[in-house]
């Protein structure tokens, strides 16, 4: 079989013909050119308001690289017609295998934006024989194509998290959509502020903001400030979670200042590598693990009886009704507040602050948590790890919405991957 008829099987092109496919004898490695002209007595498609135009004059010759085939390079190769145009002026005719003056064809950009998805920039442009920016324009122009033909509606829930993206501190504010049937990253914005979730919920619309049934967000003062003020109307669900992880974290506070302070006293160093022993659960100790911890209990330290507390808390979750779970979560807080140990009574003056958030959790009866969120963010970072990091705030968007935004892709005749 020819080449020119598998390119006429799977990339023809209407009111345009190839012409001589031949060997270039001199370039650096084997490449295919295959010529393109327009069909006899056919008119130029205007590229400003796409009506069919009479012709002006005929640019110099031009290469447009397609997918290589059985690793041999191929080109389009084609002079493209200006055409005379009332509405438009003198404009270049628009070709159904290139944008603008891309260097691509569009059928390769998006073979190499699908790549993208599998493996990193590098090892596609190394694998594929091109450049890491020829694979990051093709992810970009996805990217773009696919955020302006998405769709937007029917979102009822949404989850709102920050990711660290460089050293210093610089953060991503993600918010995904996690209905039930589609999950996705629907926006990123910079650091982690006020003013970047009131971006979001300004790109997001009005009339779609009050549609919104549920929101899912951790404790950041600034996401619940703007949460409370742009979809107040929604439930709002601080998950378990990030109240566990708090607690974890004060476990932890207590455990190395007790440890401190049993050294410096020259008691027995019986809180030395116990810090996993308390911040498992459980269900989760190993065989070695779970005698140490019982031996541990029978010490009356702080460390221990935060502990305690914070496996007593795990009740909580078991509550069907708002009316008991609060019950249940006042007695905590109060014990927890007369227990003298201070990042335990901290964490319990933080859970009464936020009292009627948490009890939205039996409001929208568990359906909704942030380990969705969670489970995103994980891929976040896989992403920019498989990067090795990136440099641009830009690169760092491109690539998280080509991810994981399901961004939807042309319909093509063919598919190539």
Known sequence: MHLKTILNRVQNFKSFVYGPVRWVEDAS?????????????????????????????????RRFEFIPMWGIKVFFVYAPRRVSCRRCGIRVERMPWAAGKHQLTETYAWFLAGWAKRLSWKEVAGAFRTTWDHVFSSVERAVAWGR???????IEAIGVDEIAWQRGHHYLTLVYQIDADCRRLLWIGQERKAKTL??????????RSSELRYICSDMWKPYLKVIAKKAGHAIHI?????????????????????A??????????VLTNS????????????????????????????????????????????????YWAGQFLDRWCTRT?????????????????????????????GQFSSGIVEGFNNKAKLTTRKSYGFRTYHAAETALYHALGALPAPKTAHEFF
């Open 275 to 322: 810090r996993w022993l308390l911040l498992k659960r459980p269900e989760n100790l190993t065989a070695k693990q779970e005698p140490r911890l019982a031996e541990l209990l029978r010490y009356n330290l702080k460390t221990v009886r935060s502990y305690l507390l914070k496996e007593e808390f795990q009740l909580f979750w078991s509550y069907k009704s708002p």
């Open 198 to 207: 009131l971006r979001f919920f300004r790109w997001l619309g009005k009339d």
């Open 148 to 154: 302006a033909h998405q769709d937007l509606s029917g």
């Open 260 to 269: 401190r302070q049993l050294k410096r006293e020259g008691y027995e160093p």
């Open 238 to 258: 601080l998950d378990r979670f990030h109240i566990m992880a708090n607690l974890s974290k004060a476990i932890d506070q207590v455990r190395a200042e007790e």
């Open 29 to 61: 490695e084997p490449t295919i050119e295959a010529q393109l002209r327009p069909r006899a007595n056919g008119r130029a498609i205007c590229s400003g308001c796409g009506r069919r135009r009479p012709g002006y004059d005929t640019l110099p010759v």
């Open 337 to 365: 507040m007369r227990s003298q140990i201070e990042p335990m009574k901290k964490m319990a003056r933080q859970l009464r602050r936020h009292r009627p958030l948490l009890l939205n959790w039996f409001r929208a009866k």
